[in-house]
């Protein structure tokens, strides 16, 4: 199976953008234990081992806006935003309006960059934002979400654990480029 890389970037992010402050404080004592956390509304923040793997799939450059789908306690949203620095943009989006205020109290004012929105019923991601470089997903779809790989610019990757599986999708000028990472664990990605 194939497994991503490491590089110093994600590494340097971790450092950065501590897992901790996005976390309740019942939860912090916890925030070093490699397993994902509940963060309530039945919800978790994810494993920290997972996070790195797929910010590792996604390759996010600075100067990128990336869509972060899911965006829970904030955490996600938080490492993109150091990986693409002051001049990208990182739009979170979260079903679940109490997560959307307290991703926002988390990221405080570290990052102009970053923005979190709740999402619209019965809409997947941020279209109106579109075409974005990167798209993260961190719920389980049961298919490929074609409506978020259309929010990606031609040669743009968005990286979401499908069926079980770890998918990093290419957007190509023909179909989607797939490739696939081993299994993980997610909550659902909810369409309703
Ligand atoms: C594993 S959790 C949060 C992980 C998060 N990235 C973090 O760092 O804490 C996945 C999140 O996806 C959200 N979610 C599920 N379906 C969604 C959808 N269609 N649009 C936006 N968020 C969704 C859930 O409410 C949940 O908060």
Request: no cysteine; glycine share 10%; net charge negative.
């Amino acid at each position: 199976m194939r497994r991503p890389g490491r590089t110093q970037r994600v590494a340097e992010a971790f450092l950065a953008v501590a897992r901790r402050d996005f976390l309740p404080a019942r939860q912090q004592p916890y925030a070093d234990d490699d397993r994902p956390l509940e963060i309530g509304h039945h919800v978790t923040n994810s494993q920290p081992s997972t996070v790195r793997d797929m910010l590792e799939l996604l390759d996010a450059r600075p100067g990128h806006r990336v869509l972060d789908v899911g965006s829970g306690s904030g955490w996600t949203t938080g490492l993109l935003a150091h990986l693409v620095g002051p001049d990208g943009e990182v739009r979170g989006v979260e079903r679940i309006p109490a997560l959307v205020v307290a991703a926002r109290a988390s990221l405080g004012d570290r990052y102009p960059q970053a923005s979190v929105h709740e999402a619209r019923r019965g809409v997947l991601g941020i279209p109106e934002g579109a075409p974005y470089d990167r798209v993260l997903v961190s719920a389980a779809a049961t298919e490929l979400p074609t409506a978020l790989v259309d929010q990606l610019a031609v040669g743009g990757v968005l990286v979401a654990p499908v069926a079980g599986e770890m998918l990093r999708v290419t957007r190509t000028e023909d179909e989607p480029r797939i490739e696939r990472f081993g299994h993980y664990v997610f909550v659902p990605l909810i369409r309703d």
